[in-house]
């Protein structure tokens, strides 16, 4: 099973992919969760063309990806579970919480540091919510995000077949969680005692900074709980809320060229120096 993973990481993760933007662009047109307030050509446009230079940019970059990193640790026998002789389970285990907290570490890093907060504040400057917002991170981004969970796999010597799997959780999470749609309560008060579910991550793209900056996770929703950075609900309800940042309102913040620019130009003197805390 391990060599068939390793074999076809490319494969499992494209084909996960796919099917998870398929099977939640469909959920979204049944059950929507919120009425959407901009054109759907003009932000997926955008969105799915900075997703294109995502891949491209980190690729280029990081053409070996976490799995590569990981099989080279192995190599080297560099890392914790490259150096200790433990049982794969408990390898696996730890190292899928060790990749899912770097995930949410780097989350809350792009909150709290200026520098970070710029590249981060394409993400959240879209003016509805849908599973293409998952999409949407400025290329730098990309490369920082892919940084940090590339050193957190070779320091723990995480196995490289957990890592080609916790990678495409990773994917498939990212765009469950942005999703449009709607779950019956009960379920997404069970459901977010084991992962991150739309309601629960839709609080953090809240213009409110107290929403904004919580519910970090990406696969588990137990870091946020742990750190005391979960919120359950936004104070003005689903409905209610405003999603997205105060100081840009403007469909200009839609378009590519915006998307690619908008870390270089000047961000209100307020929001800066919140940010720089």
Same mark, same amino acid.
């Given at each position: 099973?391990? *060599? &068939? ?8 993760? @494209? ?11 469909? %959920? ?9 307030? #901009? @054109? ?7 969105? !799915? ?7 491209? $940019?980190?690729?280029?970059? &990081?053409?070996?990806?976490? $799995? ?6 192995? *190599?080297?026998? !560099? ?20 990749? *899912? ?6 989350? &809350? ?7 970070? %907060?710029?590249?981060?504040? $394409? ?5 509805? +919510?849908?599973?293409? $917002? ?71 793209? =809240?213009?409110?900074?107290?929403? #904004?900056? =919580?519910? +970090?996770?990406?696969?588990?929703? &137990? ?9 359950? #609900?936004?104070?003005?309800?689903? #409905?209610?809320? @405003? ?35």
């Amino acid at each position: 099973m391990i *060599d &068939f993973i390793l074999a076809n990481e490319r494969e499992i993760y @494209s084909v996960s992919y796919f099917l998870a933007l398929t099977a939640v662009a469909v %959920w979204e047109m049944a059950a929507p969760r919120r009425a959407l307030t #901009q @054109s759907l050509k003009r932000r997926w446009t955008g969105n !799915f063309a900075i997703t294109i230079l995502d891949i491209i $940019v980190i690729r280029l970059v &990081f053409p070996m990806a976490a $799995v590569g990193m990981a099989l080279l640790a192995e *190599d080297w026998r !560099f890392g914790l579970f490259n150096l200790i002789n433990a049982p794969f389970w408990i390898a696996a285990v730890v190292s899928i919480l060790a990749i *899912d907290f770097a995930r949410y570490l780097q989350h &809350f890093l792009l909150h709290h540091w200026s520098p970070l %907060w710029r590249l981060h504040r $394409v993400h959240h400057a879209d003016l509805d +919510y849908d599973f293409t $917002v998952g999409l949407r991170f400025h290329p730098l981004e990309g490369l920082y995000s892919m940084g940090f969970v590339v050193a957190a796999v070779m320091l723990v010597g995480a196995p490289p077949a957990v890592v080609a799997l916790m990678e495409a959780a990773t994917a498939i999470s990212g765009v469950f969680v942005h999703a449009n749609a709607r779950l019956p309560l009960g379920l997404d008060r069970l459901l977010r005692t084991l992962i991150v579910t739309p309601d629960m991550h839709r609080v953090h793209h =809240s213009t409110a900074r107290v929403e #904004q900056d =919580s519910n +970090y996770g990406a696969v588990f929703p &137990f870091w946020d709980k742990l750190m005391q950075t979960y919120r359950p #609900q936004p104070a003005a309800g689903h #409905q209610g809320m @405003s999603l997205g940042l105060p100081e840009m309102r403007d469909e200009q913040c839609l378009g590519l060229s915006w998307m690619l620019t908008a870390p270089f130009l000047p961000q209100p003197q307020n929001r800066a120096a919140e940010r720089s805390s």
